[in-house]
């Protein structure tokens, strides 16, 4: 169990995490003179450099080498990073065309897809509150069909490609950074050849001003910074608790795309939001409960074996016994009480 200290600097690196990817549609805001394919290039390329940083202040290269040696996982990292690839391109076009409302919905929706695909393809069995959010989630894609007048697409790219991700990785089995510096590396050759493209043809933002340059040189840091925290949230806190965070961007984003950016939210696109929020809020409430009766059997358990254990207060009396007993000079071959040494 993590010390209560621990925990509460878990917690604060979880929520500066989630509430710095709350808040990253104002930054690609910033930069909307530039295609969303080139910010996604910039952020390839510029997040290279911010890996090898702290790879390299970690002191962390010994996973590199055997993985090269395996050709199946390299395979998956390629997926990975295609899908998370699309993944970013999309969330950036969805922001900078007047969608946020639309992409928030879409991580909302996540953790119900990656439920989905639990049962689809890890086969694993779902508790009865699972299969009702599960169930009501589809009932809130229907709605939002309807009041959007098409099926969200962009929402249900966003949670697919996100899910697919999760489940992607799980196979891969690296850790945070060097997962990242991973799939940064494969990311950055293709990156670098569309920007050395954009710039022949004369269509490159970079070069039109310093504060663009800038601005477009530090998405590798608002890449990088978020995960980071997340990676120090993770290691501190229970998944229950990790699972409650990460509403935190999507609620960050609706309230920009509802406030700041002023989108439309018509009674039936509310009606399709609470559907969603009532089935994380029933996936929250059976986490909670499952994971309160296994502290509760765990510590039970704790309590059963204490009681069953033989007496300590015992041994201590008997020392003395011994001692008297013991002859002054051992002889050969006499056995010693385990744990001494000579």
């Known amino acids: 169990m993590q010390p209560r200290s621990d925990q509460r600097t878990g917690l604060a690196y979880g929520i500066a995490a989630y509430t710095m990817w709350g808040l990253l549609p104002l930054y690609w805001r910033l930069l909307d003179d530039a ?3 080139e ?26 080498g055997p993985l090269l040696r395996q050709p199946r ?10 899908v998370i690839s699309a993944n970013w391109f999309l969330y950036i076009w969805a922001v900078n065309s007047g969608h946020i409302l639309e992409a928030s919905l879409g991580y909302f929706i996540n953790p119900l897809v990656s439920i989905a695909f639990g049962v689809l393809v890890l086969r694993e069995r779902l508790r009865p509150l699972q299969w009702a959010a599960v169930g009501i989630g589809a009932l809130a894609v229907l709605v939002m069909t309807v009041a ?4 969200p697409w962009i929402a249900l790219a966003l949670a697919f490609s996100f899910a697919t991700y999760g489940l992607v990785k799980k196979g891969i089995k690296l850790d945070g950074i060097e997962g990242f510096s991973a799939e940064t590396a494969l990311q950055l050759l293709p990156a670098l050849g569309f920007l050395v493209f954009l710039g022949l043809r004369g269509d490159a933002s970079f070069t039109t001003g310093a504060g663009q340059a800038l601005l477009l040189s530090a998405c590798g840091v608002a890449t990088a910074v978020p995960l980071i925290c997340f990676g120090a949230s993770a290691v501190r806190l229970p998944l229950t608790m990790i699972g409650m965070l990460q509403y935190l961007a999507p609620t960050f984003q ?3 795309g509802l406030t700041v950016f002023h989108e439309t939210m018509p009674p039936e696109r509310w009606a399709g939001f609470a559907l969603v929020w009532l089935a994380l809020a029933m996936l929250t409430w059976d986490a909670l409960r499952t994971a309160g009766r296994a502290r509760a059997a765990l510590a039970e358990a704790a309590a059963q074996a204490a009681a069953a254990a033989p ?9 003395p016994a011994a001692a008297a007993a013991q002859p002054t000079a051992e002889q050969p071959g006499t056995p010693r009480p385990p744990g001494l040494t000579q």
């Not at 996982?73 to 295609?82: A, E, K, N, Q």
């Not at 959007?148 to 099926?151: A, C, H, L, N």
Request: charged content about 10%; aromatic content about 10%.
């Open 148 to 151: 959007y007048g098409r099926m």
């Open 311 to 319: 007496p300590l207060e015992a041994a201590p009396a008997a020392a």
């Open 39 to 64: 910010i996604l290039a910039h952020r390839m390329v510029w997040s290279l450099p911010v890996a090898v940083v702290l790879l390299a202040v970690l002191r962390r290269w010994s996973w590199i």
């Open 35 to 37: 295609a969303p394919s």
């Open 254 to 256: 609706f309230l920009l």
């Open 73 to 82: 996982r390299l395979g998956l990292i390629l997926v990975s990073t295609l």
